[in-house]
């Protein structure tokens, strides 16, 4: 839970990033050169990915995390994203970037499979997911966002109820408006039938529905304190109707 004993949301972050450069400074090498589709890349570009991690370029990370699982050779893959983890975190972590769920699906098991790499570095990943996370609901960032980037954290890590949870468990006054702010998004469109997971296709919806009646007390309990919100009034009757 993230309460005043706690370091803020930003200061979260940092650290993460900073155990994650410690656990990922001695990154796995290549038994071969690094191949991959060269219709799309250059064999240019395949021999600075086999290189120094922090001399790839941006716009070649930015390929590694969009391009198709297929277009990469099977066992290389995982270790190229080994590799370029600390950068891929700090590429998810830049304001204004585009919606991370189909990027974050690549390390699911049918693509870089975290959930089998060294436990050290997935539990520094997930770390740096839950400040992600953190920062994602208490800087006003709107329900769209919040719920691309539980759903990609779902895909990579093959579960959507510790991200429910982790978002439970943060408060203040910033954590319980972005919590209010998501449940009005969930909720409606939960109750309209227009909620749907685009790149994780396990996801079931009524996960996210019974975690919304388990937050009802809290958001009754911020609409009681804010009685001209129109997201929380909004959020209970969503809720009352699942």
């Known amino acids: 839970m993230l309460d005043q004993s706690d370091p803020d949301p930003y200061s979260m972050w940092r650290l993460a990033l900073a155990k994650v450069d410690r656990i990922f400074a001695s990154p796995p090498g290549f038994d071969r050169p690094v191949a991959g589709c060269t219709y799309c890349a250059s064999e240019s570009d395949f021999r600075l990915l086999g290189g120094d991690p922090s001399a790839v370029p941006d716009d070649v990370l930015q390929y590694v995390v969009r391009e198709v699982v297929d277009h990469w050779d099977a066992d290389q893959y995982p270790i190229l994203w080994r590799r370029l983890m600390p950068r891929i975190l700090r590429h998810w972590g830049r304001e204004g970037g585009t919606d991370p769920s189909g990027e974050l699906a690549r390390l699911a098991r049918y693509g870089a499979r975290l959930v089998d790499w060294p ?5 520094a990943v997930e770390q740096a997911f839950r400040a992600l996370l953190t920062l994602a609901l208490t800087d006003g ?4 966002d919040i719920r691309d980037l539980v759903e ?4 990579a890590t093959g579960g959507l109820e510790p991200w429910l949870d982790h978002l439970a468990g943060l408060s203040g006054p910033a954590a319980d408006a972005g919590l209010v702010r998501l449940a009005v998004g969930w909720g409606t469109d939960l109750l309209w039938e227009d909620f749907e997971f685009q ?14 009646v388990a937050q009802r007390p809290r958001i009754a309990s911020f609409a009681a304190c804010h009685p001209h919100c129109k997201n929380a009034a909004d959020a209970l009757v ?5």
């Open 119 to 123: 436990v050290a570095e997935r539990a």
């Open 141 to 144: 960032r709107s329900p769209s």
């Open 152 to 155: 990609g954290l779902a895909n």
């Open 199 to 212: 790149w994780w296709y396990d996801g079931e919806p009524r996960t996210v529905a019974d975690w919304l």
């Open 238 to 242: 969503a809720i009352s109707h699942l």
